[in-house]
């Protein structure tokens, strides 16, 4: 079935550092993919999204590319910031379309 | 425009109980979808309703829990008989339709103990 596999955590980094989050999907055929974050305590909310391949989606200096050749939808940003610190999710919509199929998540912590 | 609520924010509920979660959809969604995120475990999909109808129910338990989207009103999530096994965050969400391009807006969750 589909599922979705990313990076274990968590993530220490310095603020202004390069972050890189893996993440790559096992699905049939060519679903859309979803990053979304939660900060503590609070519900997901969308970070960015591509529905086909080489999509680039980005939002707020984060960004994530749809590479079907390696399955994958790998995050990025150039700078991180302490206030980017939270748990960071993969994932993807399944083939009928009922339900988001999510990774375990990501912790990031950036320290000033 | 008021996104997806939930309610109520906190339930503790003793062994037993029966455990009642609301969500009201962001205007003009009429997609609901519940999701499940155990501790230590990433969200997993229970069930996703439209408005008077279950469309797919392929993640809720067998026993004890069920969910509604009436005419009119919040969908609901009931869990009978709670277990700790039950104590989680809860999250809804919603969508305006059922294209798999759309995104999913999710509230900020219920979180349920069970005593």
């Known amino acids: 079935g589909d599922s979705v596999t990313q990076m274990e955590g968590p993530v220490t980094l310095s603020e202004e550092a390069f972050l890189t989050i893996n993440c790559t999907y096992t699905?049939?055929?060519?679903?859309?993919l979803f990053w979304y974050v939660q900060y503590p305590g609070e519900g997901l909310q969308l970070l960015l999204k591509?529905?086909?391949?080489?999509d680039k989606g980005s939002n707020k200096g984060f960004e994530a590319t749809y590479r079907k050749e390696t399955t994958s939808f790998h995050l990025e940003k150039g700078s991180v910031q302490v206030s980017d610190s939270a748990v960071y999710f993969c994932?993807?919509?399944?083939?009928?379309?009922?339900?988001?199929?999510f990774g375990k998540g990501t912790t990031l912590s950036v320290s000033s | 425009n008021a996104g997806v609520m939930q309610n109520p924010r906190h339930l503790v509920r003793r062994r037993g109980q029966e455990a009642r979660l609301r969500c009201s959809p962001m205007?003009?969604?009429?997609?609901v979808y519940w999701y499940r995120q155990l501790p230590e475990e990433g969200l997993k999909f229970m069930v996703y309703?439209?408005?008077?109808?279950?469309?797919?129910e392929s993640g809720m338990p067998k026993e004890r829990f069920s969910a509604e989207f009436p005419k009119e009103g919040p969908s609901i999530l009931r869990i009978q008989q709670v277990v700790r096994g039950d104590s989680a965050a809860y999250f809804c969400?919603?969508?305006?339709?059922?294209?798999?391009?759309?995104?999913?807006?999710f509230g900020p969750g219920t979180r349920l103990t069970v005593t």
């Open positions: 309703l439209q408005k008077e109808n279950i469309i797919d």
């Open positions: 699905a049939t055929g060519y679903p859309s």
């Open positions: 205007k003009g969604h009429s997609h």
């Open positions: 994932a993807l919509i399944n083939q009928a379309g009922t339900a988001l199929i």
């Open positions: 591509a529905t086909k391949a080489d």
């Open positions: 969400a919603s969508s305006p339709n059922g294209d798999r391009s759309y995104e999913q807006y």
